[in-house]
């Protein structure tokens, strides 16, 4: 066998890899994967509105005329999605934004009439989505999932730091 044709040889004795049965991260990104592509599919074909422009509404929905940064610091989405959110939601009339009193170079957003009306029909259907995923959990079941997840929440300023982690795992 020449060199190069052995660089993609099989390794029969593999079986090191990690139980994905009993690993966390697994189930927690399978159940978001899944959730977010159907939530977006259906909500594409319902109101023409997309997994991220639906998270922005949502958080619009509670708490109006706040900036981009906010946006981030509560669901995790990067500015350049946010923004991209932001205009197409505001071409469509469903957000409007502003520019803040302390910081004109800043802008604020929050939901129109029109934003707050189809947000509500669409929080309708997430909550009976949310009622379907979590089929067979009781109402206890529910509250202590939730304080699990959000203890994991916590937990991931403790290292979700690139530049910090890049040093904790670098490799010699």
């Known amino acids: 066998m020449n060199k190069s044709a052995n660089a993609f040889a099989v ?4 079986g090191t890899g990690i139980d994905l049965a009993q690993y966390v991260p697994s189930y927690i990104t399978v159940v978001a994967n ?7 599919a259906l909500y594409l074909h319902l109101f023409g509105i997309g997994i991220v422009d639906w998270r922005l509404m949502g958080l619009l929905a509670i708490e109006p005329w706040i900036q981009a940064s906010r946006v ?9 999605a946010v923004s991209r ?3 197409a939601l505001e071409k469509r009339g469903l957000v409007t934004t502003r520019r803040n009193v302390d910081d004109p ?3 604020e957003m929050a939901l129109t009439t029109a934003g707050r009306e189809m947000h509500d029909k ?7 989505r949310e009622g379907r995923l ?6 206890d079941e529910k509250q202590i999932l939730l304080g699990f997840m ?3 929440r916590a937990n991931l300023s403790d290292f979700c730091n690139t530049e910090a982690e890049i040093e904790t795992y670098k490799l010699d």
Request: proline letters at 0%; a positive charge; hydrophobic letters at 40%.
């Open 150 to 152: 959000a203890r994991m």
């Open 134 to 139: 979590l089929k067979g959990f009781s109402a």
């Open 34 to 40: 899944k959730w977010a592509r159907s939530s977006s």
């Open 105 to 107: 170079r800043r802008r």
């Open 85 to 87: 959110s932001l205009h």
């Open 122 to 128: 669409l929080a309708r259907i997430a909550i009976e």
């Open 11 to 14: 390794d029969e004795q593999a």
């Open 72 to 80: 981030d610091e509560v669901v995790g989405m990067d500015k350049g």
